[in-house]
């Protein structure tokens, strides 16, 4: 456990003073536990999400990092994306059977800000309203299928 916390409070730190673009620890959602962040996202310039403004929750287990931590989009306004289900569970193979202990909040934070910046099409996945109804409420419980790569 100790170990999971020390790392966590490195990455913690990282976010706090060199952010990625458009990202904003919520530094309330830290105040009582270092195992559950939310992370404040606004759409980058020149993207269909321009201006928007998203919340990501991360929730990390005492076997961080080498169990990736349960990432979604949380709020009033989970953003309208092919691989994000209505819900907020993403669809991103790094957040499941991708995951390395080498990754961290920060390179997470990038692959999404990446998924949506480079998003043609403003669009749910084709099965969300199945997926919504029938999923955990854990999104790594998901066996994902990863058969597009094009957004």
């Not at 060199?18 to 309330?28: F, Q, S, V, Y």
């Not at 989970?78 to 209505?86: G, N, Q, T």
């Amino acid at each position: 456990m100790a170990s999971m916390q020390k790392r966590l409070q490195k990455e913690l730190l990282a976010l706090q003073n060199d952010p990625p673009p458009g990202m904003t620890l919520n530094e309330k959602s830290v105040q009582n536990t270092i195992t559950q962040w939310t992370v404040d996202m606004e759409g980058a310039s020149g993207t269909l999400y321009e201006g928007e403004k998203f919340q990501l929750l991360f929730k990390f287990s005492s076997r961080y990092p080498f169990d990736s931590p349960q990432v979604m989009f949380t709020g009033e306004n989970i953003p309208v994306h092919p691989h994000i289900y209505s819900n907020g569970h993403i669809c991103l193979s790094i957040l499941t059977e991708d995951w390395s202990p080498a990754l961290s909040v920060q390179s997470v934070c990038l692959s999404i800000i990446s998924m949506l910046s480079s998003c043609k099409e403003k669009r749910r996945p084709p099965d969300n309203s199945f997926y919504v109804r029938t999923c955990n409420k854990n999104p790594k419980k998901t066996k994902w299928w990863y058969h597009d790569d094009t957004c």
